[in-house]
């Protein structure tokens, strides 16, 4: 089967699913299937960086956790009628999702080009710990922020609003969030077909010959994790909105690693990949948490399996040859 | 006969040894200048530092008579260096056809994040005219992955005219070819020395002495000689230190 039907039959089964919980009368699926949602958003944000470019970053939690903050602040002094800043200009806080989005965004954005400008100077192993060290700052820092919560988080006790729809209703603010999905893969979608992501993905192979070519591989990269981090910025802003509840757990290198198993499980470079990983995770999540504490356990089964004889993912086996594998 | 590339003084030293002596060595248009000498004299050393990828310690390369020393390789490709390796360095899991359209990128294309870059345009007539220089227009949908060795070598031809280079370096073309691919790769070569002169290193010395309009033999980082096929022939030291008397 062609990798086009398999995401095609994904798009479906994601706008179909709200009908189906209604059907079997569980609307709470509608909130697990808005959780899986956005933290595939959160995976194809990764899959930019670690699936066009080859960058195995372990700090991806540091842009989740920056958008899920830049919610918990604003949505926080708007709840208190608490300016942000009152100086010589006065900052308000806001409960308006796209006011939010965006600074979840910018923010992301300014954080991963600092940390994308110093960490991209470095390949491999070194990236991978130094991107690791960035998230362990950011959480340590957020830990030891008393006037947002500290170690024990800051709660939000109502949903911000979005502009003509009731976010408080589970199916309303799934669709929102499905239609940032799909903007996200769209944005994926045409950065691997454009001149920069063929270049991007040639780096990824060869650096070498990306510079023989003329082109400097760093810029490319840091462009590319810049982007990334925008997009996840963006799935932690939806995610602390989802629980109206943002901690520094949201910046854990344990989080970053459950983005990156997402990305494998699912196929990484696989456009849908990280919607597959993340709907498995979620799905696992439910039906085994019941059964047992250590379900991570069969996870980290058919991530070895995958990992061992299924280099695509789950949508490699299905597609058959595409991605990196 | 105008110098097109030119390495001037050039010394390369790592801890005790001497890799590049003082060498000075020009390719000129029109030409293809080979570069010869025993396994671990130092060709590659001094490849390296004309593209960009070693620092020399002393010395000055020079492209179009424009001081490059300072040059990233990256910067150096787009003064107009087409490079290939001994090892093909191509982007292995894409296309014969998007490794074609990434040289022309590198070639002066805008890396937009718009648009495709397969779409009929510029970029994509650039790439489909340097494939079929080198004959691989009909393996342009192919994986790199999945061509043979020498098809390739060809493409790394294919990617280096792209960019409508002054000069090509290239090192060891036909490492690893039979007979037959190495005769493909000598005639394009020679088809090409008319665009862009080429400096050459290569074991084949039938090729060599096919192809090179000059030689120059390095032996311990010290070019020993320089002159036509005839006069390196003929140069006892050369037979002595490389060829063998039989040559």
């Given amino acids: ?325 | 006969m105008t110098s097109v590339l030119q390495a001037v003084g050039i010394c390369k030293r790592f801890g005790a040894l001497e890799a590049s002596r003082d060498i000075t060595l020009d390719l000129r248009a029109g030409e293809i200048h080979a570069l010869i000498g025993p396994n671990g004299a130092g060709k590659s050393t001094l490849i390296q530092q004309i593209a960009g990828w070693l620092t020399p310690d002393a010395g000055r390369v020079l492209l179009g008579g424009a001081d490059i020393t300072a040059l990233t390789p990256a910067q150096r490709a787009r003064k107009g260096l087409g490079r290939t390796f001994q090892i093909s360095a191509l982007a292995m899991q894409d296309t014969v056809l998007q490794n074609a359209v990434l040289g022309a990128l590198g070639a002066g294309g805008k890396l937009s994040l718009f648009g495709s870059a397969l779409a009929p345009g510029p970029l994509r007539d650039r790439a489909e005219a340097a494939l079929l220089r080198v004959g691989l227009q009909d393996q342009r949908a192919a994986r790199v992955s999945d061509l043979s060795h020498g098809q390739r070598r060809q493409l790394e031809v294919a990617v280096a005219l792209t960019l409508s280079p002054k000069a090509f370096v290239m090192d060891e073309p036909m490492a690893g070819l039979g007979a037959e691919g190495s005769r493909d790769i000598t005639a394009l070569l020679d088809s090409l020395r008319a665009e862009a002169p080429i400096l050459l290193v290569e074991h084949d010395m039938d090729a060599v002495f096919a192809l090179a309009d000059r030689i120059s033999v390095l032996v311990y980082g010290a070019i020993i000689a320089t002159g036509t096929v005839a006069e390196i022939r003929a140069d006892p030291e050369v037979r002595r230190a490389y060829l063998g008397e039989e040559a």
């Fill in chain 1, 1 to 325: 089967m062609r990798e086009h039907w398999v995401n095609i039959a994904l798009v479906a089964g994601l706008i179909a699913f709200p009908a189906y919980a209604l059907w079997v009368d569980e609307p709470f699926l509608i909130t697990l299937a808005t959780r899986a949602v956005i933290l595939a958003l959160a995976g194809v944000g990764l899959n930019i960086a670690l699936g066009i470019g080859g960058l195995v970053s372990l700090g991806h939690a540091v842009f989740f956790g920056l958008g899920g903050y830049a919610m918990g602040i604003l949505a926080s002094h708007a709840q208190t009628f608490d300016p942000i800043y009152a100086g010589a200009f006065t900052i308000n806080g806001t409960k308006s999702m796209p006011v939010i989005w965006l600074v979840a965004i910018a923010t992301s954005a300014i954080a991963a080009l600092a940390i994308g400008a110093l960490s991209l100077r470095t390949t491999g192993v070194y990236f991978i710990m130094i991107t690791l060290a960035f998230g362990q700052m950011f959480f340590y820092f957020a830990i030891s922020w008393p006037a947002y919560g500290g170690e024990d988080g800051l709660s939000i006790y109502v949903r911000n609003g979005f502009p003509g729809l009731n976010a408080l209703v589970p199916i309303q603010f799934y669709a929102l969030c499905l239609v940032l999905l799909f903007a996200a893969l769209a944005l994926h979608w045409q950065i691997a077909r454009s001149p920069f992501g063929l270049a991007l993905n040639a780096a990824r192979q060869s650096s070498v010959r990306v510079e023989t070519v003329g082109i400097a591989p760093y810029r490319l990269r840091l462009i590319a994790f810049t982007i990334s981090g925008m997009v996840t910025g963006l799935a932690g802003a939806l995610f602390a909105d989802l629980n109206r509840f943002v901690s520094p757990t949201m910046f854990s290198w344990q989080f970053s690693g459950e983005i990156m198993v997402f990305v494998i499980i699912g196929g990484v470079a696989r456009l849908f990949g990280p919607v597959v990983g993340a709907v498995l995770f979620i799905t696992l999540e439910h039906s085994l948490g019941g059964l047992s504490d250590y379900w991570l356990i069969y996870l980290g089964a058919l991530l070895l399996g995958i990992v061992l004889f299924a280099r695509g993912g789950i949508i490699g086996v299905i597609a058959g040859r595409g991605g990196h594998d």
